[in-house]
């Protein structure tokens, strides 16, 4: 055990201090078994959690006459279910031993299979899996004279409810989000994917917080080399603390200096669905209510959950109009830099000519302008997340019309400036993925940068230095841009333009998935053939001169 | 090396194509029309053939050899010395190469664009540019090279097919020249233009990491076919455009050929400035192969395990390079010169090589 040899080497080279390690006093007594007397046990927990008030120590007689002890977090626990399934069943005697006492040496056997009416229990006698136990939200039953404590799962935390995802909002689709509770997350999963290859592990991470984490994948769909990979990245983790999927994310990512994402979040289980079914891998953590997708590829940045459900062309043509808008918020304020100060003689000479106009009492140079406008607009759509919902409305509006209209007014941006920078900020709005449009968001500004220095010739450097970082990134081995790059005319149908599904009846090539059919051939040659007119107002005409 | 094997048939093609199109374009109509005047397409296109044998003759190198690149099989065929020399001869060559087109079109940008600016911030910016480039594996520099490459052929396209609003088609004729040349400026126009293609030369380290290393040939027959379509179109449209004798007082008639067009419905008024950003990447690709190449094979030479801590170690001197030539005039005389000289490097050394190797029977192990 890794996390127990380092604590060893600390103890060894660090001057004692009174900060003890997490948990040293659990560690004494790992590996302990509890002697089957009840004073040991009860002392041992009682050192450990004892000092909490909301830790509950209920001595009781099981059948009224063996003297046993019951430990919980009063606040964990179903209280009304410890009531009637647990202290009940224990106290009476079930019916077939009510005439005659249950041998002393079958009690063990008894209490299990007769006495408790609860479905998760389970036997353990390490001392320090107990306290865990109790940790965790469970009821630990401890029983003079057993060598071995119930474990009885009565974990009951107040969640809320399942609502629609607040950052991942479609028009058609399901509108069920995730929640903080990793086991309703789970159970969110498996009821859109009934099968038996649907393979949920999970591990424990954050050595104080131990928060469970589950690996999700599809067996006989995703390549066994990246659960692997999934497996020991993870494992490699030892922190503090897990409070979000964030925090596994920047250590299982392969590039950490990237400013680009290379693992998708989703708040969406149909997303999580979809994506298993494809051969990726999802991540969850207890406490957190986004899902993990690795591997990612940059393309699944600009597509949505709709662009699947909803026609194919008018949703190719809404995909198109997003990733115009994703270059938009990348180039379109270097790009007016440039012309205005370098080549105005790019644009046709009346627009240059009212340009220069709306310019004409503008004292700085168009760089400042769009830079001191565009570090304003962050600064007010940062205002505008932070601020209470009931004031954020009116900041918008007072930010949006009255700064921008009365920077005009005042000499200090030319209108045509507000109109590029408003366009910038919403293309960035209509990306349907936070963490890549605000990589986008941040790289306009050294580009605006280089524009004031290099014109045009700047521009390009720049956007240059950003398409080889994303050809030289990968998320799991996987080329960031596939199937763009390295080409691969099959992945290609769902890049820019959403292919009709029946075309796309291969699983996206670069994940090497198992299995590759979506779609049977059977259905292809189906949806191909004409269709079958069932009422055809020429086949009723008899019945119609019947009548 | 297995999972190294990963470049594609048409990946290799197009990191000729995107290798061959660089700033050789800008003033490649002038070259044209100084070889043979209104026969400059035909001659393009006999400069292309030309160009043709220096990849024919890697590729069937490569091919022989297909698991190593130019300095480790020269290493194998004429002995360990003076393959060393060899490849120190190529790799020369290569850096000259990057500094000649970084300068080059550091003067492109500094007349057309950026006037104020000083030279030595364009060149620096272009080799820094491919200098941080190289330090990544070839795998990524196939990547990059396929990427950019629709991004190359679409505006010479676009400007070409603009330009046949103004074209005249007896600018062309006759085809074959009015013979007012001799032939030995024919032939030192086709050597200068043939000059143009050989940072294809590339591909010898391309080879060894392709998937199916016997298709190389077939790579770069694609990669002449269109990067060769490409010179011979461009030519085409400067020639009827302007005539051969306008294109004479031109130092580049292509980006002239791009001010002259404009967009439908004047959506933009003037090409030049925008061809000429857009041309960045196309010399940005140039660069980056002939710097790779340099910094590989160095470090291949020295048996350096990682080119990357060369790629900026030799930035240096491939600038004070650059900076050599004292104006734009001596500049171009030292490509011309240095392109003709290079015809030995890339088309008589492989030839050597294959020459030796059939005689000794050398070949390398088929994978």
Same mark, same amino acid.
């Given at each position: 055990?890794?996390?127990?040899? %380092? ?36 002392? =041992? ?26 430990? *919980? ?118 009821? %859109? ?96 209510? +986004? ?99 009931? =004031? ?9 019309? =009255? ?8 000499? /200090? ?8 920078? !408003? ?56 080329? *960031? ?7 691969? /005319? ?6 820019? !333009? ?27 040659? *189906? ?21 | ?10 990946? !290799?093609? !197009? ?25 400059a397409p035909f001659i393009t296109f006999i400069s292309a053939l ?32 003076p393959g060393r020399i060899g490849s120190i001869m190529v790799i ?26 000083? +030279? ?22 196939? *990547? ?5 490459f629709p991004l190359l052929l679409g505006p010479a396209l676009l ?51 392709? %998937? ?156």
């Amino acid at each position: 055990m890794p996390l127990f040899r %380092r604590r060893r080497s600390l103890k060894k080279k660090a001057p004692p201090s009174n900060a003890a390690p997490p948990d040293r006093r659990l560690e004494e007594v790992r590996h302990t078994d509890m002697s089957g007397r009840l004073e040991e046990v009860v002392r =041992v927990i009682n050192g450990l959690l004892g000092d909490n008030d909301d830790f509950v120590m209920r001595e009781l007689r099981i059948f009224g006459r063996h003297p046993a002890v019951i430990f *919980y977090y009063s606040n964990m626990v179903d209280q009304a279910g410890i009531n009637s399934d647990v202290l009940k069943a224990l106290m009476y005697p079930p019916p077939q031993f009510r005439e005659e006492a249950a041998p002393r040496g079958r009690l063990k056997e008894v209490i299990l299979c007769d006495a408790l009416h609860h479905t998760e229990v389970k036997l353990e006698s390490d001392l320090a899996s107990l306290v865990e136990g109790v940790l965790r939200g469970q009821a630990v039953i401890a029983v003079d004279g057993i060598d071995e404590a119930y474990v009885v799962n009565t974990r009951s935390i107040l969640k809320r409810s399942i609502d629609t995802p607040a950052t991942e909002q479609v028009i058609r689709g399901p509108r069920e989000g995730f929640i903080e509770l990793l086991g309703t997350n789970l159970s969110l999963i498996r009821y %859109r994917l009934q099968t038996c290859d649907l393979r949920i592990k999970s591990m424990e991470l954050g050595r104080r917080t131990q928060s469970k984490v589950a690996i999700c994948y599809l067996e006989g769909v995703v390549s066994p080399d990246l659960v692997k990979e999934v497996n020991r990245r993870l494992s490699q983790v030892d922190i503090d603390a897990v409070l979000d999927s964030g925090y596994l994310e920047q250590y299982i990512e392969d590039n950490h200096y990237s400013p680009f994402p290379q693992v998708q979040y989703t708040e969406r289980p149909d997303k999580v669905v979809a994506n298993l079914l494809e051969g990726r891998v999802a991540i969850m953590v207890d406490g957190s209510p +986004l899902a993990l997708l690795v591997p990612t590829v940059f393309n699944q940045f600009y597509q949505t959950v709709e662009d699947y459900t909803e026609r194919f062309l008018l949703m190719s043509a809404i995909r198109l109009a997003r990733l115009v808008a994703l270059v938009f918020s990348l180039i379109f304020p270097s790009l007016y830099v440039s012309i205005i100060s370098f080549n105005p003689e790019l644009i046709p000479t009346e627009f240059a000519v009212a340009v220069a106009g709306g310019r004409a009492g503008v004292p700085f140079p168009a760089i400042v302008e769009v830079l001191v406008m565009e570090v304003s607009m962050e600064v007010l759509r940062e205002a505008t997340i932070r601020l209470p919902q009931q =004031v954020g409305g009116a900041l918008s509006i007072v930010g949006v019309l =009255v700064v921008g209209q009365a920077a005009v007014a005042a000499g /200090f941006a030319s209108p045509i400036t507000v109109v590029i920078i !408003a366009l910038t900020t919403i293309g960035s709005f209509a990306t349907p993925a936070y963490n890549a449009a605000l990589a986008l968001r941040l790289l306009r500004f050294p580009l605006v940068i280089m524009a004031g220095i290099f014109g045009l010739y700047g521009v390009m450097i720049g956007l240059i230095l950003i398409a080889n970082h994303l050809l030289s990134l990968k998320s799991f081995g996987v080329p *960031y841009l596939s199937p763009l790059v390295p080409g691969n /005319f099959q992945g290609m149908k769902d890049l820019i !333009a959403r292919a009709p599904l029946w075309w796309m009846w291969r699983r996206p090539s670069f994940l090497f998935t198992g299995d590759k059919h979506r779609v049977d051939e059977s259905t292809i040659d *189906y949806v191909q053939k004409p269709s079958n007119d069932v009422l055809d107002p020429l086949k009723f005409k008899e019945d119609r001169k019947e009548r | 090396m297995a999972e190294a094997r990963q470049i594609t048939t048409i990946q !290799a093609a !197009a990191i000729l194509i995107s290798t061959i199109i660089g700033v050789g374009v800008l003033p490649l109509p002038l070259f044209a029309v100084h070889a043979a005047e209104s026969g400059a397409p035909f001659i393009t296109f006999i400069s292309a053939l030309v160009a043709m044998a220096s990849l024919v003759l890697v590729s069937v190198l490569g091919m022989r050899f297909p698991s190593q690149t130019i300095g480790q099989y020269s290493e194998t065929i004429i002995g360990k010395w003076p393959g060393r020399i060899g490849s120190i001869m190529v790799i020369a060559f290569f850096a000259i190469l990057t500094s000649l087109a970084a300068r080059e079109f550091g003067e492109v940008v500094i007349t057309a664009v950026l006037p104020r600016t000083p +030279l030595e911030v364009t060149v620096t910016v272009m080799l820094l540019l491919a200098a941080i480039s190289t330090r990544n594996n070839i795998t990524t520099f196939a *990547y990059i090279h396929f990427f950019y490459f629709p991004l190359l052929l679409g505006p010479a396209l676009l400007i070409t097919v603009l330009a046949l609003k103004n074209a005249d088609t007896i600018n062309l004729l006759p085809i074959w020249g009015n013979g007012n040349i001799g032939i030995k400026g024919t032939i030192d126009g086709i050597l200068t233009i043939a000059s143009l293609f050989q940072s294809a030369f590339v591909l010898a380290i391309v080879i060894p990491s392709m %998937r199916r290393p016997n298709r190389a040939l077939r790579a770069s027959i694609w990669g002449m076919v269109i990067s060769g379509g490409l010179y011979v179109t461009i030519v085409l449209a400067t020639v009827s455009v302007f005539g051969s004798e306008e294109i004479k007082n031109l130092l580049w008639p292509t980006l002239e050929l791009a001010k002259a067009t404009s967009l439908p419905a004047n959506v933009l008024e003037r090409l030049d400035a925008a061809f000429l950003a857009v041309w960045v990447t196309a010399v940005f690709t140039t660069l980056f192969s002939t710097y790779f190449f340099t910094v590989t094979e160095l470090g291949n030479l020295f048996h350096l395990k990682d080119h990357k801590m060369l790629s900026f170690f030799l930035l240096p001197i491939v600038f004070l390079v650059a900076m050599l030539p004292q104006n734009i005039l001596q500049m171009y005389e030292v490509i011309r010169n240095i392109g003709q000289m290079g015809l030995i490097i890339t088309i008589g050394y492989p030839a050597f090589l294959l020459i030796i190797a059939w005689v000794r029977g050398k070949r390398g192990d088929r994978t």
